[in-house]
């Protein structure tokens, strides 16, 4: 039988250290179960419970990624709301500026909960690192009931703006969005607000230079490419270089034949 060692455990100052007092209370014989019950642990942990504990962790892992909020990949202009001019038994244009502040090529896409008074221009789209591209919203607005003006407040219409990272090269196609659905982020969700046209306000103003910019993209890619072949020099004076070079192999011909004569 051991003998226990009843001397105070001392430190090189000749301070008494202070056990907690659940150590205290055991007895010899508590003790030496715990040591039997923490070899037992060990020995368990060496016949499985290790590979267990990669599991609960790349759990953990999951779930404290799901409660993350998801980093943003495009700056929406305006932010938070769609603004329509509010004309009833018209249908009525909104903007919103998408840009890519990430630094890969991000996808976009367009959902609305009203696809039957709503559309988009472009519906989604992808854009390269630092490019922004300007959407128009249509919107049918129906007549109000009760003669009730919804003018300045929010409509249940709302319209979700998608994500996804993808590579240089990728065509854009819808289908994107399903088959890759668990790296798809939604960026944000806008509501509509109707202003009211006869009225001045920022925002108003603001949706007019988005709609005009909007415009002038449109048109400038409607306008046909540059043309790579004949050059005009002068009034309708065409100049075509092969052409040209053709009128002078065969004057050098005739030269040579005569000279050969």
């Known amino acids: 039988m051991a003998i226990a060692d009843h001397r105070k455990p001392h430190n090189s100052d000749g301070k008494l250290w202070k056990l907690c007092p659940f150590w205290q209370s055991g007895t010899t014989s508590s003790s030496s ?48 709301n769609l603004y329509f001019p509010y004309e009833p038994g018209k249908q009525v244009k909104s903007a919103v500026k998408i840009k890519n502040t990430s630094k890969s090529y991000v996808a976009f896409k367009f959902q609305t909960t009203a696809p039957k008074s709503c559309y988009m221009r472009p519906p989604g789209g992808i854009l390269e690192p630092g490019e922004s591209v300007i959407a128009t919203v249509f919107k049918f607005v129906e007549h109000p009931e009760n003669n009730e003006k919804p003018v300045d407040q929010k409509s249940k219409v709302k319209f979700k703006i998608m994500s996804l990272k993808v590579k240089e090269g990728t065509d854009y196609v819808p289908e994107l969005f399903d088959e890759q659905k668990d790296q798809v982020t939604i960026e944000r969700v806008l509501r509509v607000v109707f202003l009211d046209p006869e009225r001045p306000s920022p925002a108003l103003e603001k949706l007019k230079r988005q709609l005009a910019e909007a415009e002038a993209a449109l048109e400038s890619r409607k306008k046909p490419p540059v043309e790579t072949g004949p050059k005009v020099v002068g009034e309708g004076l065409v100049i075509d270089e092969w052409k040209e070079r053709r009128e002078k192999y065969l004057a050098r011909q005739q030269v040579e034949a005569i000279d050969s004569v």
């Open 33 to 80: 179960s715990s040591t039997q019950n923490l070899h037992s642990q060990n020995h368990s942990h060496q016949n499985g419970v290790g590979s267990n504990n990669s599991r609960s962790t790349s759990s953990v892992t999951s779930v404290a990624r799901s409660l993350l909020p998801a980093r943003r990949r495009l700056r929406l202009d305006p932010a938070n």
